[in-house]
């Protein structure tokens, strides 16, 4: 249960960071943007030519008659909108966090500048291009798992009782690993960890990290709010990417020397 605390205290954290320093908060605001209005099209698009791509793909109910070819082909009409609608959900910072790795990587080097006792930030070392192809390898790998697991969910949904009532729940906490695996991963990828190794780092302390993730994976299903949580969602998966790795920050370092003067006064 502390882990879970924990958790949710580093994404307050970030999103204090990023309240605190303005530039930064607006810079990480424009890839958001951009997923956005790509996404927004795309779910147009699905809304309005859905129907015909399904009838397309369902020549065989053409001689059925009124009213089941209509009931069918609505039923589906409906379910390719709704699997649209969470691969939506899914994927939207995996394809933010590509479009803005320049922002972001930016953005997580000062929070861990910030909170550094020595003022330093991990560096990779690598040319852009290069962070380029790993972040989208690793996110197309991880987009790939996530589809599979909401394909999953999207099945067992239609099962009676369990359909209504585990599998939404189920369905928070596999959206808030990703997303927390997609967020951190800008922090311990400059830091050289791999995706094998940053889910087993994750599912370490899964506590920690549903702690953070379940909470932004709710706000980010009301309309437009994902946009404005990026920034704040990159700082603070910075600060528990440095929990994972059980790097010092400026608070524990405070925390350490007053633990010592406690204790050299009480001697």
Sequence with gaps: MRDLGAGFGHLLKGHRWVARHGKQYGFGLVPGLITLILY????????????????WATPFADDWSSPWQG?????????????????????????????GQPFYENLSEKVDRDVSPDGTAPESGL??????????????????RAAVWGVLLFALGFLPFVGQTAVPVLGFFVTGFFLTEELAAVALQRRGVGLRARLTLLRSRKTLVWGFGIPLGLAFLVP?????LMPGAVAGATLLARDLLGEETDEDADQDTDDTEGEQVTS
């Design 127 to 144: 040319p852009l291009w290069r962070e380029l192809w790993i972040s989208a390898r690793d996110s197309l790998r991880v987009l790939i």
């Design 224 to 228: 437009f709010v994902a946009v404005f």
């Design 40 to 55: 927004a099209a795309a779910l147009v698009a699905l809304a309005v030519w859905g129907e015909d791509v399904v009838g």
């Design 71 to 99: 009931l069918f082909r609505g039923f589906l009409t409906a379910v390719l909108f709704a699997l649209g609608l969470l691969m939506a959900v899914l994927t939207f910072t995996a394809i933010t966090l590509l479009i």
